[in-house]
């Protein structure tokens, strides 16, 4: 299987050009190869989880709580709903074409990525502004709770820390997604100069040969893997256990029960008044 | 750029005497195989050695993909391996279809018409000298378009429809074929297919490594004409008096290949245009068929005022790189005296 593909420029030097589209399908074995893994873990583990009895006491504990927590603000929420649309589209804009679904994908895959780019300048102001920042990244003083989910996957009664407001699985695949979605979009911008767009006038000598290949293959391997990160994503969003964050997703709450089961009241302290409904 | 020519890259050479031979071996080789028609177009790229296939298939053997019968209601089916000059002596295409004949006539020169095939002139390749030369355009499957670029010389590439590839289809008899709703007949792995003419060429949009819809595996057999668009005094296959225009503006006046064409079929009650099929090539990487300005017509007289408004709206959205701004006002023009015809008309531009 070729990684990389090369041609040859007018000057008889061989250049980069793209990323080996055997990748696509490397990357949705992956992405597939993970999921039948997990499901299949899931259902042969001793995966623990908090024992109800534990979870009422804590409940009892805890009535100052309201019944619901704001997990996910109205922006927040249309961020993450847009961007999916927009990465989806992306995705298959891209990817339909090489596995032989044709159509006239350029316009819309760039229209996309406008939209992603958008949601993510949006998400970085809203994020850095008016949410917890930290609370999304990894870091050292997460490797304890790392050690902790390990023991329990394993079936470990550990009482070890609990996760604040984002699980580390979350966090984790937060960080896989800044890193390859950041890298899609800013080549992408850059890729757009060698396309007809109403905002750039076309420039394809805007870098040299060799560094348009280097653009071209990163925004190839982001993409690919994109693919099985979003294979991933989707999964985890339909997991029985996982259910409740991707309803939080879509209604913005979650209840006292699952927030004192799943987190640590330390580590993501509920300060809103008192909520009874579901708006 | 090329460096080595007539010599070229060994292959495996099969000669098949059927169809289903030559399907079988498209099958084993795929993407590996290389069909051959005529050879014009083929022998240019494997002598340069831009395109190394494992095995080429010559079909010049096939009887069943030669010659010209009735087919349908008043109709014709041409085999793919019929030469042009067969297509242009064919008494049946000079009497009802003369606007192939002229097509297949305009495409280079004799001694060409006589090993060209109406097949191969339909697929050939584009002519676009960057992608030729064998340098990793996007049509090469790399990256960038060097013909359109502020450097390039880019004087017969295309003004519409341009999506990263600039090139344009070199095909005469393809605008012809268009106007005259013809099907082709494609044999894949999976059965026959038919498809309308138009639909049978693709842009850089849909796939920009292709100029036809065929792939590894597929193989054009014939073609179809429907006796819809027949010529006759009488009208033919409805209402009205069908009418043909074929005109190609070249450099030279042989053996060139088309800067802009446009090929119309047309038919008329009295001076009003009832129906009409109107394409022009050598301005996209497909034949366009242009159906705002066939719907714009239709019902209108056939004259200067309605060949003025054709002409504007077959522009529209033309977008000329540095040295192809000509082809503009070329296919308006060209529009416009498909519309009006050319005789007894003082022309202006």
């Known amino acids: 299987m070729d990684i990389l593909t090369w041609g040859r420029s007018p000057w008889g030097q061989q250049i980069l050009t793209h990323v080996s589209w055997d990748l696509l399908w490397a990357s949705l074995f992956a992405g597939v190869a993970f999921l039948i893994a997990h499901a299949s873990y899931m259902v042969l583990s001793a995966h623990r989880k908090r024992k109800a009895e534990e979870t009422d006491a804590m409940e009892a504990a805890r009535t100052d709580l309201p019944p619901l927590i704001r997990r996910h603000g109205v922006g927040a929420r249309v961020f993450h709903w847009v961007m999916a649309t927009a990465m989806l589209t992306l995705l298959l804009t891209a990817f339909l074409p090489i596995v032989g679904v044709q159509f006239a994908w350029v316009t819309w895959h760039w229209i996309a990525g406008l939209v992603l780019t958008a949601t993510i300048v949006f998400h970085i102001i809203h994020a850095t502004f008016w949410l917890d920042f930290w609370s999304i990244w990894v870091g050292p003083k997460d490797i304890p709770e790392l050690k902790a989910e390990i023991l329990r996957e394993f079936g470990h009664d550990v009482p070890g820390p609990k996760p604040g407001k984002y699980p580390l699985g979350n966090r984790l695949y937060h960080l896989g997604i800044v890193l390859a979605a950041l890298s899609v979009v800013a080549t992408g911008l850059f890729m757009m100069v060698r396309v007809r767009t109403p905002f750039y006038t076309r420039n394809p000598y805007l870098f040299s040969d060799s560094t348009w290949g280097v653009t071209y293959v990163t925004h190839g391997l982001a993409g690919v893997t994109l693919v099985g990160m979003v294979i991933a994503h989707v999964y985890f969003a339909i997991r029985p256990e996982k259910r409740w964050i991707t309803k939080s997703m879509i209604f913005g709450f979650i209840t006292r029960r699952q927030y004192l089961e799943h987190h640590d009241p330390d580590r993501w302290v509920v300060s809103e008044p008192p909520r009874e409904k579901v708006i | ?349």
């Open chain 2, 1 to 349: 750029m090329a460096v080595i020519r007539d010599v070229m890259p060994a292959f495996e050479l099969f000669q098949p005497a059927s169809v289903s031979d030559a399907q079988a071996l498209l099958k084993r080789y795929g993407g590996e195989a290389w069909l051959l028609a005529g050879g014009l177009d083929s022998f240019d790229w494997l002598k340069d050695r831009i395109k190394r296939p494992a095995a080429v298939i010559d079909l010049s053997g096939i009887a069943d993909l030669k010659g010209i019968k009735p087919w349908g209601d008043g109709g014709l089916e041409i085999g793919a391996m019929t030469t042009l000059t067969e297509i242009v002596r064919h008494p049946v295409v000079r009497e009802r279809y003369s606007i192939l004949l002229e097509a297949a006539e305009s495409a280079a020169s004799p001694q060409i018409r006589n090993q060209g095939t109406v097949g191969g002139n339909v697929t050939q390749d584009t002519r676009c000298w960057y992608y030729r030369a064998g340098w990793s355009c996007y049509r090469a499957g790399g990256n960038i378009c060097y013909a359109d670029t502020p450097q390039a010389i880019n004087r017969e590439h295309a003004i519409l429809e341009a999506d990263r590839c600039v090139a344009v289809n070199p095909s005469d008899t393809a605008p012809a074929l268009i106007a005259l709703d013809a099907q082709m007949v494609i044999r894949t792995g999976a059965g026959e297919q038919v498809i309308a003419a138009e639909d049978y060429f693709v842009g850089p949009g849909t796939d920009i490594t292709r100029m036809t819809v065929l792939k590894p595996g597929s193989l054009l057999t014939s073609i179809r004409i429907p006796g819809t668009w027949a010529a006759s005094a009488e009208g033919s296959g409805g209402a009205g008096r069908v009418q043909f225009y074929f005109e190609k503006i070249r450099d030279r006046n042989v053996w060139d290949f088309a800067l802009v064409s446009v090929a119309s079929a047309m038919a008329t009650t009295g001076t009003t245009i009832d129906r009409i099929r109107l394409v022009v090539n050598g301005v996209a990487a497909r034949p366009l068929r242009l159906a705002a300005v066939e719907d714009l017509v239709r019902g209108k007289p056939r004259n200067e005022a309605t060949a003025v408004i054709a002409g504007n709206l077959a522009i529209e959205g033309a977008q000329p790189l540095t040295f192809n701004g000509y082809k503009v006002p070329l296919m308006r023009n060209l529009v416009k005296r498909a519309i009006r015809g050319v005789e007894d008309v003082d022309w202006t531009s």
